[in-house]
């Protein structure tokens, strides 16, 4: 099995080290080096980023405007 990316509560950054309240988005290997993808998860719209292997995790809404983080640039 491929590792899982987990996000934080992302309400209360005081419990990124309380394992309890983690969330299973999706594969690692859904992400491509370079790449965005947009995952639907306990209610939650996130946007998963990969560049270089290093993974971030955001919701998927712009704060600028009415447009979704996964679909990439304009």
Known sequence: M???FRAVNLIDSSTMNDFST???ICPA???TD???VKVEAA???LAVFNLGNTFSVTTDA???GPAALSNGCW
């Open 2 to 4: 491929s590792p899982q």
């Open 22 to 24: 983690l969330l299973e």
């Open 29 to 31: 290997t859904d992400v």
């Open 34 to 36: 370079g790449g965005v």
């Open 43 to 45: 209610g939650l719209t």
């Open 62 to 64: 712009c704060t600028h």
